[in-house]
């Protein structure tokens, strides 16, 4: 279970020890990583690069099974000093492998904020819980559509680099129409005015090709 603080309180972290999870997450902050730094002597820190540093908790807080808590410093373009705690419950890896580990979530971020923006899901609420449900269920069929799009249809091109957002509101509501001979499609036709006619034609090709489209 990875998260940042916003889920690393004491309380939080016991309850998914207890629950047999393996925790990698950043406890809450308030004035505890600076009572920290002040017991790491300068020399235990490790340089991790992009000036950040990370070491060791001297007397670290007790949760129900083992961890490890490191403390992160780092510089901010202002230069100013910031610290984080990052507790772990891999013992094996050592402490820079932590940090990047813990650095890797950012890639789920990634995706859920594209989500939000990209499927727009903050904009849409439903007042019951059965009809939010099913906006949650169509959304991840959506964000799914759109992963898939990427690996069939657009893993080269100028479009390559788009993300959920642009995909979207860019390129997959161009305007065109389907043309079937009975129950099977026969043309596709696009608007060639739009700018990226060219290229979702190319990437349609591409996408009949993956399935062996006749």
Excluded at 100 to 116: I, V, W
Excluded at 154 to 172: H, K, M
């Amino acid at each position: 279970m990875r998260s940042d603080a916003g889920f690393g309180s004491d309380a939080n972290i016991d309850y998914a020890l207890e629950a047999h999870w393996q925790v990698l997450t950043k406890n809450k902050g308030g004035r505890r990583p600076e009572a920290f730094a002040r017991q790491i002597p300068d020399t235990t820190w490790q340089d991790l690069g992009q000036q950040r540093w990370v070491a060791s908790v001297v007397h670290p807080v007790t949760y129900v099974r083992p961890t490890q808590s490191l403390l992160l410093r780092w510089l901010t373009e202002k230069q100013l000093t910031k610290y984080a705690i990052v507790v772990c419950s891999v013992l094996k890896w050592p402490p820079p492998q932590v940090i990047t580990e813990y650095d890797d979530r950012g890639a789920c971020e990634t995706e859920f904020q594209g989500d939000k923006t990209g499927l727009q899901l903050e904009r849409r609420r439903k007042k019951q819980l059965a009809a939010q449900e099913a906006l949650i269920l169509l959304t991840d069929l959506a964000h799914n559509l759109l992963a898939w799009c990427r690996h069939w249809m657009f893993a080269e091109g100028a479009l390559a680099q788009y993300g959920p957002l642009r995909l979207t509101e860019d390129v997959l509501c161009l305007p065109g129409r389907l043309l079937f001979e009975g129950e099977r499609l026969s043309e596709v036709h696009l608007n060639q005015l739009h700018p990226h006619a060219a290229e979702t034609a190319s990437a349609l090709h591409r996408l009949l090709d993956h399935f062996g489209y006749p």
